[in-house]
């Protein structure tokens, strides 16, 4: 069983920025694409950002320019810094691991709350 173990969720006023972290098992952090998705009440969960092994990213439209997905090798975890939050940026972020194949595996962390609020 594979666990992705996020952190960094919590409750920030609106322009306010937080940092959310996802520490994945060596073995699969180097193959599989590392990202993150959100899911607000009432909606379908949507990507976030996405980060392949070889540096490539892909941002959600409404985050572009506000957010920015990094990784460090060294220690498995992957980043998602979210500057300029606003209202309608909260939701539950989840971490997510897919390995490209047909059909692809996913893996999912336990999600973490972000609420942007004044």
């Known amino acids: 069983q594979v666990q992705l173990v996020e952190s960094g969720g919590g409750l920030v006023q609106p322009g306010g920025s937080l940092r959310l972290s996802c520490a994945a098992p060596?073995?699969?952090?180097?193959?599989?694409?590392m990202g993150w998705y959100r899911q607000a009440p009432g909606k379908p969960r949507e990507l976030v950002a996405a980060l392949t092994s070889d540096g490539s990213t892909n941002y959600g439209d409404s985050v572009k320019g506000r957010f920015t997905i990094s990784r460090d090798n060294a220690r498995t975890t992957v980043y998602l810094q979210m500057n300029t939050l606003k209202p309608e940026d909260t939701a539950v972020y989840y971490c997510n691991a897919r390995r490209l194949m047909v059909p692809p595996v996913d893996y999912w962390g336990q999600g973490t709350q972000v609420t942007v609020s004044s």
């Open positions: 060596r073995s699969i952090f180097s193959i599989y694409v």
